[in-house]
């Protein structure tokens, strides 16, 4: 059984980028990530498999099509509506939360600037079986504590 689990991460920091890809690299290397720069992006790699995403980690503030523009064209979308999608953002302020729920988001991650906290909350939500989970308000924010 191939047991890889192929990540897409779409942020335009190029520090995030490489920070995740990093982080990712210690858990494990059964992890192929793919990252985007942008969301046009990420909604032509996901038209165009493969690779086909177990999961998408999204940053919302993104300029063009940010990340709340890719979320509603992927819960629109046939194919990718049950996408497990992870908001990944610096915000996490309730308005910003409501409206990536409301969205459809599956998760929402405050993103953490600590090396052993970003590895515990990435190794968090991988471990979730996101073809059992409900996303609900009370369990959609991540809390590190």
Same mark, same amino acid.
């Given at each position: 059984?191939?047991?890889?689990?192929?990540?897409?991460?779409?942020?335009?920091?190029?520090?995030?980028?490489?920070?995740f890809t990093e982080v990712t690299s210690q858990i494990g290397d059964h992890l192929n990530i793919?990252?985007?720069?942008?969301?046009?992006?990420?909604?032509?790699?996901?038209?165009?498999?493969?690779?086909?995403?177990?999961i998408v980690f999204l940053d919302l503030n993104m300029p063009g099509f940010s990340g709340f !523009?890719?979320?509603?064209?992927?819960? =629109?979308?046939?194919?990718?509506?049950?996408?497990?999608?992870?908001? $990944?953002? &610096? /915000?996490?302020?309730?308005?910003?939360?409501?409206?990536?729920?409301?969205?459809?988001?599956?998760?929402?991650?405050?993103?953490?600037? !600590?090396?052993?906290?970003?590895?515990? =909350?990435?190794?968090?939500?991988?471990?979730?079986?996101?073809?059992? $989970?409900? &996303? /609900?308000?009370?369990?959609?924010?991540?809390?590190?504590?």
């Open positions: 059984m191939n047991n890889e689990l192929t990540i897409f991460y779409t942020d335009d920091d190029a520090e995030d980028l490489e920070f793919v990252t985007q720069n942008n969301g046009k992006k990420l909604l032509h790699d996901l038209e165009n498999p493969p690779p086909n995403p177990h !523009d890719v979320l509603q064209k992927l819960r =629109t979308s046939d194919n990718l509506k049950k996408l497990p999608v992870v908001i $990944f953002s &610096t /915000s996490s302020d309730e308005q910003t939360i409501a409206k990536s729920f409301a969205l459809g988001a599956s998760f929402y991650v405050p993103k953490p600037t !600590d090396f052993s906290v970003l590895k515990k =909350t990435i190794q968090h939500t991988l471990n979730i079986d996101w073809s059992t $989970f409900k &996303t /609900s308000k009370e369990n959609f924010v991540y809390l590190n504590n």
